[in-house]
């Protein structure tokens, strides 16, 4: 099994950057896909990306296509998520997690890291 930490988020305006980390712990990481989620107050969580152990499989929803980058490091145990051209409605704890297969269904996912906060002001 695996345990994500995230970190990297904090306070950005909007049009800015932030770069997400993600680092599992456990020797099997290379075997898991990874996500990213996103859950803003008084919001369910949702699909932001995903990625396959091989890094060959990458998945976006439509709020963040072409403005977020999902990546990942298989020597380092690492995941991450650059996320530019931010707007005020992405603001949400993000969360990593790990599953045995991509996918965009947090369901589908059996490891969770603890999340870190991302706010946009405007």
């Known amino acids: 099994q695996v345990q994500p930490v995230e970190s990297g988020g904090g306070l950005v305006q909007a049009g800015g950057s932030l770069r997400l980390s993600c680092a599992a712990s456990?020797?099997?990481?290379?075997?898991?896909?990874m996500g990213w989620f996103r859950q803003a107050p008084g919001r369910e969580r949702e699909f932001v990306a995903a990625i396959s152990w091989s890094g060959l499989g990458i998945y976006y929803a439509d709020s963040v296509k072409g403005r977020f980058t999902i990546s990942r490091d298989n020597a380092k145990n690492s995941v991450y998520l650059q996320m530019d051209s931010l707007n005020p409605e992405d603001t949400a704890v993000y969360y990593c997690?790990?599953?045995?297969?991509?996918?965009?269904?947090?369901?589908?996912?059996?490891?969770w890291g603890q999340g870190t906060q991302v706010t946009v002001s405007s």
């Open positions: 456990g020797r099997t990481f290379r075997n898991y896909a």
């Open positions: 997690a790990a599953g045995d297969s991509v996918a965009t269904h947090d369901y589908e996912y059996h490891y």
